[in-house]
């Protein structure tokens, strides 16, 4: 069965440090993993897609990192800010026929002064 | 660019009734693709429209219904509506339905059956 585990469930980091968030899944046949952020309220917004060739990424203080062969990412965050507050959820693709994707349910980050 | 958006914004229902979502796709998107999110389940797939045509359905039930008009535009209707309906209504679009293409999404729908 398709699915995308991300841990932790939540967690609660001071302004200025740094956090990682995993996400591990057994989506087959693999095609791309991407990390969404996503306000509370609000849409989730892309922050990267890796493919299967690529290791790592970076989108300014994010950097997304892709093991295929133990199927595990992960999304480092570099000098947190208020502003990072938010669920990020990890999105597998599977190359089937057409594009399905396969949600995680998130990690809730919180960022206290 | 206008990014994707989806009306209404919020709405509150009572069981029974039907209600109607409406998304504008991206210019130039030719995909739509509609999500159910609730706190419990995260985010669920309901169906993918791509040129008018479904192309990929969820594990929804048949109250669950949706179609795309020529200029991409996309509605989703639930019928019947009960109390688990209750949730944020994404809509995303893409360029194409490629593998690695990109998915925008819009604000949501916050719809709450009482």
Known sequence: KNQVEQSPQSLIILEGKNCT????YTVSPFSNLRWYKQD???????????????????????????????KQSSLHITASQLSDSASYICVVSARTGFQKLVFGTGTRLLVSP | KAGVTQTPRYLIKTRGQQVTLSCSPISGHRSVS????????GLQFLFEYFSETQRNKGNFPGRFSGRQFSNSRSEM??????????????CASSATVGMNTEAFFGQ??????V
Not at chain 2, 108 to 113: A, D, I, M, Y
């Open chain 2, 34 to 41: 509609w999500y159910q999110q609730t706190p419990g389940q």
């Open chain 2, 77 to 90: 209707n639930v019928s019947t509506l009960e109390l688990g309906d209750s949730a944020l209504y994404l």
């Open chain 1, 40 to 70: 509370t309220g609000r849409g989730p917004v892309s922050l990267t897609i890796m493919t299967f060739s690529e290791n790592t990424k970076s989108n300014g203080r994010y950097t997304a990192t892709l093991d295929a062969d133990t």
């Open chain 2, 108 to 113: 949501g729908t916050r719809l709450t059956v």
């Open chain 1, 21 to 24: 968030l995993q996400c591990n």
